[in-house]
Each structure stands twice: as C-alpha cells, then as structure tokens.
T-cell receptor, first 109, second 116 residues
C-alpha cells in the first residue's frame, strides 16, 4: 500500500508560475525524498530531506518537512515547460522506501 | 558510468505464461530494489537485496513472484503463470550503500509488462 498521498493529484500552471505540491505520510521516517517521473522515463531523484531538517533548497526547488504533522511540501519556482512530469514523495524507513500516489504537473508554455 | 538498465523494455505475455525481467544495476552498488508501478500510481516496493542476500521480500504480491541476485550484481524478477493484474511497469533501482543509508536510489527505465 502507498505510504504517502500527494495533493493535488493534478496541477496545471502557466510557465513562470510557482508550483506547490504537498505530501502526507503515515509512519515515522528517517528521511523523505522527492522524485520526478517524465512520461515514459524512469524516476529521477530530486531532493532528500532528513527527519531532523525543516527546510531544504536545491536550485529552483524548496522542500519543507513537518514531522509533527507528517507532511512535506515541494515548491518549484519559476516553472518551465520541461518541469511537466509526475512528482512523487517517498519516505524511507529502516530499509524500505515507500512512494506516494503522485502529483501530475503540467506547465503550459 | 552507465546507469541502471533493464530488459526487456516492453514485454507482452499471454495469461499463464512465465516471464523474466532483468535488471543491471550500477556497477558496485550494494543495494538493489524492485518496484511495481501500476498505471497512474506510485511505485510499490516488491523486494530488496543487499549484495546477493534478499533481505526483504514483503512486497511480493504472491508466490508467483520470485526474485534473485545470485552474484550480487544482475538481478532477475520472475513472474510465473502471469495474470492480467500483473500488468504494470516493473522498476529496478540500486544504491551505492546499504538501504539504511540516505544514498540516492538510481532507477532504471522500467519494463512495461502487459498480460493479455
């Protein structure tokens, strides 16, 4: 079963706008990761945030983590058409990595 | 070096057939994972290897699913007597270190299995 649930399930924005995706999870974690999956391609790791971190930046990506609410958000600033993809959060327990249901992002040029 | 590769990329099987899916992880990577991704869903964990040892197979949906990594490198996921509900993309991932670390998982392109 899926550990996390992303919200919204689908998001459509204009190029240049910011996109925010949220992830909620159920059990305690060691870290949380965000992945991108383009149509027909494999998953690409974007960013990892540890359970003792609250915020992390990487380029146009900003991730927050609230372990008390068991939630995380991914912000993509100044979106580009190439950001069109599905985005998944994934939580890592002892050994297993558990993925959420994904947010499908469409960036319109 | 080369990334994770999987073969075949596409497989069509008639219900009841056996299939074998191959994963070549990044050379030297200790950990290897298999996931099943149904259409419109996130990947679901199937099994995990540390070198040749299968340490977690809790995600395998039935005893028709079997995975091996005999020499600690290439892995094969075998599905016996395929059913239509087995239709999915099967993803393989590897990490340099142990699964308990924060190492990045590198994913292969997946094998899309369609069972008719």
């Amino acid at each position: 079963s899926q550990q996390g649930e992303e919200d919204p399930q689908a998001l459509s924005i204009q190029e240049g706008e910011n996109a925010t995706m949220n992830c909620s999870y159920k059990t305690s974690i060691n870290n949380l990761q965000w992945y991108r999956q383009n149509s027909g391609r494999g998953l690409v790791h974007l960013i990892l945030i540890r359970s003792n971190e609250r915020e992390k930046h990487s380029g146009r990506l900003r991730v927050t983590l609230d372990t008390s609410k068991k939630s995380s958000s991914l912000l993509i600033t100044a979106s580009r058409a190439a950001d069109t993809a599905s985005y998944f959060c994934a939580t890592r327990g002892y050994q297993k990595v558990t993925f959420g249901t994904g947010t499908k992002l469409q960036v319109i040029p | 070096g080369a990334g994770v590769s999987q073969s075949p990329r596409y497989k069509v099987a008639k219900r009841g057939q056996d299939v074998a899916l191959r994963c070549d992880p990044i050379s030297g990577h200790v950990s290897l994972f298999w996931y099943q991704q149904a259409l419109g869903q996130g990947p679901e964990f199937l099994t995990y290897f540390q070198n040749e040892a299968q340490l977690d197979k809790s995600g395998l949906p039935s005893d028709r699913f079997f995975a091996e990594r005999p020499e600690g490198s290439v892995s094969t996921l075998k599905i016996q007597r395929t059913q239509q509900e087995d239709s999915a993309v099967y993803l393989c991932a590897s990490t340099r270190g142990l699964a308990e670390t924060t190492d990045t998982q590198y994913f292969g392109p997946g094998t899309r299995l369609t069972v008719l």
